[in-house]
C-alpha cells in the first residue's frame, strides 16, 4: 500500500521560505504526476501545484512565482520550494496525485506551515 510523508514545515516569519518534502513508498514513483495541496483552519483543501512525469508544472494564481515544485523519482520524493511566504500561506500540507476524480492514494498527515511574525 501507498504511503505518503511529508515533512519540512514550521513557523516561519513573513518573507521567509521553506522546502518541503513528500516521500512517496512503493513502485513506478516516475509515472506518476504528483500535486501538493494545502488546507487552511475552515476551508477546503486546494491543489496549489503539480508535477507531471514528464516535468511539466502547474500553479495556483495564488503561489505562482513564489512557489516551485520538484521531483527526485531516484528518491522517489517530490519538494515544494516557498519562498516570500505570506500569512495567508498559513495551512497544513499534502502530496498526493490529483485525478480528475480526486486523488490517487490515501492522505498522508500533511505537514503544517505557520506564516507568522
Known amino acids: 500500500q501507498v504511503q505518503l510523508v511529508e515533512s519540512g514545515g514550521g513557523l516561519v516569519q513573513p518573507g521567509g521560505s521553506l522546502r518541503l518534502s513528500c516521500v512517496r513508498s512503493?513502485?513506478?514513483?516516475?509515472?506518476?504526476?504528483m500535486g501538493w495541496y494545502r488546507q487552511a483552519p475552515g476551508k477546503q483543501r486546494e491543489l496549489v501545484a503539480s508535477?507531471?512525469?514528464?516535468?511539466?508544472?502547474n500553479y495556483a494564481d495564488s503561489i505562482k512565482g513564489r512557489f516551485t515544485i520538484s521531483r527526485d523519482n531516484a528518491k522517489n520524493t517530490v519538494y515544494l520550494q516557498m519562498n516570500s511566504l505570506k500569512p495567508e500561506d498559513t495551512a497544513v500540507y499534502f502530496c498526493?496525485?490529483?485525478?480528475?476524480?480526486?486523488?490517487?492514494?490515501?492522505w498522508g498527515q500533511g505537514t503544517q506551515v505557520t506564516v507568522s511574525s
Open positions: 498526493n496525485c490529483p485525478t480528475p476524480s480526486g486523488v490517487y492514494w490515501k
Open positions: 512503493g513502485s513506478f514513483f516516475s509515472i506518476y504526476t
Open positions: 508535477i507531471t512525469s514528464g516535468g511539466n508544472t
